[in-house]
Structure formats: structure tokens, C-alpha cells
């Protein structure tokens, strides 16, 4: 099988998502179109370059409709022939675009391609797509649909996290990155976004909340505790799944949980000869890829079952892996993974993640993947693992390896 490798990780710098936001009144297509140009430009691609543009979005309806992933080719300075596939798995999406290119590369469909995705959840609305999972009573009833902040809450009732916990790993996240931003750790990757007459509207992160303090989060009020307890009573549909369970803990709010912001991300992957046939040295592989399904209730706990699972099918095991990046959709989320494995909170998201930075849902994934990377180069590790949770009940992971 042929190996499949990653030459460039970049992405935009994730915008408030709300009307006061910097990337407001920016599209999707023209945020996908300058991430496309900026890959072009950084690696001297011309002509049929790529086999595809694999693009990632969740909310895929309005101006994220239409395949936008061929929308952004023909938006952008990329050659036409190279064609575009919008894909969804929920917050998974950019890292599924990326693993399906590299699974491409590997199975010998083309030498080379980009991946990511992009969510511009200020312009789209989350949830606008009136999907049938939390809609339609037939599916929802079925699978005793709630929301994700419940699902979140079940989790912390289910493996006992306190919101003090929840609100701890919080505050460090905003730390983390505030620090890294100082430490200029994703210079190698941001792509600053520029408007028509090539003035910087944005050039890093403007969700986070540097100083935030345990105080300041434990004066927010529980997200999900009334839509849980009051009406339309999703509490109840919990503990009908879980008769084990007599209540439910609220514990997440607007500070432990991630942020609602607009961003793009992108991969550039290809074969030994497509780095060779472009002067591009390769940074890393793909050494495994996984995903799975899970509980569609509780929702939220793929990454442990998704990552035994990638661990088991690559014959590694937990110790192999020198850093993670775990989405940070919920604190619960996080803290369930590091109990699962009795990983270090030292090795995971080293440098913050969604609840500092925000989560644009359909980029999270590829933005995970090369956070992970520029982090094993500048401390010279080999191998890490990103994961992430998926609504509905799935999970995904992806393991590079530094080459």
C-alpha cells in the first residue's frame, strides 16, 4: 500500500461567530477560496495538481449548499479540472476529508489532494439544515434524541466529572492558548484573512478570553439546565435510556464549552512522487485512520471507543502515542478520554483547543490534525493522535507519524 503524506497544514484564524464577528460578512466560498489559493501559492501548484478537493462542512445548506467543495475550485486561482466533494460526517468532517484523501492516496486513486473544510457558523446557523436525526419523531423518538449539551451532561453524571473539574480544565485551555498565540506556535499554519483590496481583516483567534479565572466561570449559569429539567424536559428522555441514572448533573456552560466561531482548514496530502514531482518535502504520514459509531444518545464519547479501535487495527498501543489532540466540543468530552486511558493532561491539547479558540464545525477536524503536527515538530516528538466526537454518535481519529 502506498504511503500517504501530509506537505502543508494550514487554516484561517477562527472569527467570532456572531455579527460583531471579523468574518461576518465573509462567505464561506470566498474563506474556502483564499485557504485554496493560499495552499496553491505555499507549495508552487499549477495545472491538474491535486486528484480532488475532498471539503468539509456541516450545515450544508444556503451558501454552504450546492457541493461548495467544487464551488471554492472554481472561486479559486486552482486549476477547473480539478473537481470538489462536500462531504458531512457532523464535527468530523474536515478530519474525514483528510483521512478519505489519504485513504485515497493509499488505495492508488491519485498522488495527490486537498482536504479540510470550512463552517462559517455566524452566516449559516447551526442546526439550520432541520436535520431528521433531532426533527423527524420517528428517528428521534427511536433513538432518544437530545441535545449535545445534555449528552455532555450525561457524560458527567455517567463517569462523575464536577463542573469544578470541567471549569478547571477550561480555564487552562484559555491559557494554553493565550500562550501559544504569544509563543507565535501557529505562525507555520495561520493563513490571515484579507479583504477584496488586500487589507487584513483578521489574523488570529478572537474567540479566546485570555485570564479567564475559575471565579469568572463558576458566576456563568448552566447552558442545558433548564431545557433539561423544565421544557421540553430532555432529562427525562436521558433517564429513560439510562434508568440507572435518577438526575443529571448540569455542569456545562458558555465558558467550558466550545465556541461558536467561523474558520477553514486545510491538508495538503500526496504520495512520494507527488512531493518529488513538486519539490515538497514531506512533514509527516498517515499512519492509521478510523471511525466508528456509537451511542446516539450519550452522543459524545467516540473518541475512546474510536481510538481503541485505531489503536487495536494499527497493533500500537496508548503509550505509542506522544501527544493527542482531543476536540474540546464539551470539557466532559476531554476528561472521559484522559480517565478512559490515564493519559497526562500534559500531553493532550497542549496548545488550548474549542472551548479558547472555538469550534467551526466543519473545520475542526483538519485544524486538529495540523495543530497536532506543527506541536510534534517544535518538540520534536514522532507520533500523535487527533480525535474528535461526532453528533449523533460517532467518532473519528487519525494518527500521523513525523517522517
Known amino acids: 500500500m502506498t504511503d500517504a503524506y501530509i506537505y502543508d497544514a494550514a487554516r484561517t484564524p477562527r472569527g467570532k461567530g456572531r455579527p460583531d464577528g471579523s468574518l461576518h460578512e465573509v462567505t464561506s466560498l470566498a474563506l474556502s477560496a483564499r485557504l485554496l489559493n493560499a495552499v496553491k501559492q505555499r507549495n508552487g501548484l499549477e495545472g491538474h495538481a491535486v486528484e480532488d478537493v475532498i471539503w468539509g462542512n456541516v450545515t450544508q445548506v444556503k451558501e454552504q449548499g450546492g457541493c461548495l467543495a467544487r464551488s471554492a475550485v472554481l472561486a479559486s486561482d486552482l486549476d477547473e479540472s480539478i473537481p470538489g466533494l462536500a462531504i458531512n460526517r457532523f464535527c468530523a468532517s474536515g478530519m474525514e476529508a483528510v483521512n478519505l484523501a489519504a485513504n485515497q492516496i493509499r488505495g492508488g486513486a491519485g498522488d495527490g489532494y486537498i482536504a479540510g473544510g470550512v463552517e462559517m457558523m455566524g452566516r449559516v446557523a447551526m442546526g439550520s439544515d432541520g436535520a431528521a436525526i433531532a426533527v423527524d419523531p420517528s428517528l428521534a423518538m427511536k433513538t432518544y434524541f437530545v441535545p449535545q449539551g445534555i449528552s455532555a451532561d450525561i457524560i458527567a453524571t455517567e463517569y462523575g466529572f464536577t463542573r469544578e473539574q470541567a471549569d478547571a480544565l477550561a480555564v487552562e485551555s484559555q491559557r494554553r492558548a493565550a500562550l501559544a498565540w504569544q509563543e507565535g506556535r501557529f505562525?507555520?499554519?495561520?493563513?490571515?484573512?484579507?479583504?477584496?483590496?488586500?487589507?487584513?481583516?483578521?489574523?488570529?483567534?478572537?474567540?479566546?478570553?485570555?485570564?479567564?479565572?475559575?471565579?469568572?466561570?463558576?458566576?456563568?449559569?448552566?447552558?442545558?439546565?433548564?431545557?433539561?429539567?423544565?421544557?421540553?424536559?430532555?432529562?427525562?428522555?436521558?433517564?429513560?435510556?439510562?434508568?440507572?441514572?435518577?438526575?443529571?448533573?448540569?455542569?456545562?456552560?458558555?465558558?467550558?464549552?466550545?465556541?461558536?466561531?467561523?474558520?477553514?482548514?486545510?491538508?495538503?496530502?500526496?504520495?512520494?512522487?507527488?512531493?518529488?514531482?513538486?519539490?515538497?518535502?514531506?512533514?509527516?504520514?498517515?499512519?492509521?485512520?478510523?471511525?466508528?459509531?456509537?451511542?446516539?444518545?450519550?452522543?459524545?464519547?467516540?473518541?475512546?471507543?474510536?481510538?481503541?479501535?485505531?489503536?487495536?487495527?494499527?497493533?500500537?498501543?496508548?503509550?505509542d502515542i506522544d501527544l493527542f489532540e482531543v476536540n474540546e466540543a464539551f470539557a466532559a468530552v476531554v476528561l472521559r478520554f484522559m480517565q478512559a486511558f490515564d493519559v497526562s493532561p500534559d500531553l493532550v491539547n497542549v496548545n488550548g483547543g474549542a472551548i479558547a479558540m472555538g469550534h467551526p464545525l466543519g473545520a475542526t477536524g483538519a485544524i486538529i490534525i495540523g495543530t497536532l503536527l506543527d506541536e510534534l515538530e517544535r518538540q520534536d516528538k514522532q507520533v500523535g493522535l487527533a480525535t474528535l466526537c461526532i453528533a449523533s454518535g460517532m467518532g473519528a481519529a487519525t494518527i500521523i507519524e513525523r517522517v
Open 187 to 319: 505562525d507555520k499554519s495561520i493563513v490571515p484573512v484579507l479583504d477584496q483590496n488586500g487589507l487584513t481583516i483578521l489574523d488570529h483567534d478572537e474567540y479566546m478570553r485570555p485570564g479567564t479565572s475559575t471565579e469568572d466561570l463558576g458566576r456563568l449559569k448552566a447552558s442545558f439546565k433548564d431545557m433539561g429539567e423544565v421544557m421540553p424536559g430532555f432529562d427525562k428522555v436521558a433517564m429513560l435510556k439510562y434508568p440507572h441514572l435518577d438526575h443529571i448533573d448540569h455542569i456545562h456552560h458558555a465558558g467550558n464549552s466550545s465556541g461558536i466561531v467561523d474558520g477553514a482548514a486545510a491538508i495538503l496530502l500526496g504520495n512520494k512522487e507527488f512531493g518529488e514531482r513538486h519539490g515538497l518535502k514531506p512533514r509527516a504520514r498517515i499512519r492509521a485512520t478510523a471511525k466508528i459509531g456509537t451511542d446516539p444518545t450519550i452522543m459524545l464519547t467516540g473518541p475512546v471507543p474510536v481510538t481503541e479501535k485505531i489503536l487495536h487495527d494499527s497493533g500500537m498501543s496508548i503509550s
